[in-house]
């Protein structure tokens, strides 16, 4: 038995297990950001492989049995190697799940007019996971991506506050609706991008639908839990939560407070 782990190549992971500990109180939590590599969205396939499942092999090793990938890129780039030709080599009875499914399952719903825009890091537009994982779910619905290379760097830098950064900001969701008029709903597809919420709704018109993944990714781990009582009775129960990180911990407890409520003590790792 042993805590959730979640892993995120820097903070934005933070608004997943955030949505989780209100969600799911109970439930014992530790978090992995790889800070000390990040970004990962400008990274090959196979580096995002490589370092994902050094992550993940991470939590496993503290006691994991279920690890939650709270990054779109690693969910798009090392997810399904890792569930197919990993874990059967590692541990056949754990399991590590992604957030690019449990939003595209329900995200159709959202959208009157049937197009959708995804604003998310190169990694995950390149890999097209989002027009892939909705067309299955939701196959009337046209998707159309547009990749913003420097939102995680302006987040994680507090840039995205000035001037400049609300411009580069601006411009992205300029292109992204200059692709289709009739886009009524987005996707935040990176786990970083609620940070800009309320800008990007500012800049959109009205009625325009703007979705942050952490309610969604919650609702589909409780619902996972209640499918599968096996992996729930290997989950511990005391309500605590720790922190993992690659970089400098003082920086990491620092910033990590834009993301979660509460002090943070982490702990430094080597991957």
Known sequence: MGPIGVFDSGYGGLTILSDFRKRLPEYDYLYLGDN???????????????????????LFDRGCELV?????????????TIQHNDLPNIDSKKRVLGV?????????????TNNIGVLATPGTVSSDSY??????????????????????????SNEHLSHAGKEFIRKDVEALMAMKKDIDT?????????????????????GVN???????????????????????????????????????TAEFNSNASKYIEGTVNSTHISL
Do not use: M
Request: with cysteine; net charge neutral; proline share 6%.
């Open 36 to 58: 000390g590599r990040a970004p990962y969205g400008t990274r090959s396939f196979d580096v995002v492989y490589e370092f994902t499942l050094q992550a993940v092999n991470e």
């Open 131 to 156: 027009p892939v994982e909705i067309k299955k779910f939701s196959p009337q619905c046209n998707v159309f991506q547009h990749a913003c290379p420097l939102w995680v760097t302006l987040i994680e």
């Open 210 to 248: 703007v979705v942050s993944q952490g309610s969604i990714v919650t609702d589909s781990l409780a619902d996972y839990l209640l499918r599968h009582p096996w992996i729930d009775s290997k989950c511990t129960k005391n309500g605590t939560v720790s922190f993992l990180t690659s970089e400098s």
């Open 68 to 80: 939650i990938l709270a990054c779109n890129t690693a969910s798009a780039k090392a997810l399904r």
């Open 100 to 112: 690019i499914r449990p939003s595209a399952e329900i995200i159709g719903q959202f959208s009157k």
């Open 186 to 206: 987005i996707v935040l597809g990176c786990t970083h991008y609620p940070v800009l919420k309320g800008y990007i709704e500012s800049l959109l018109p009205e």
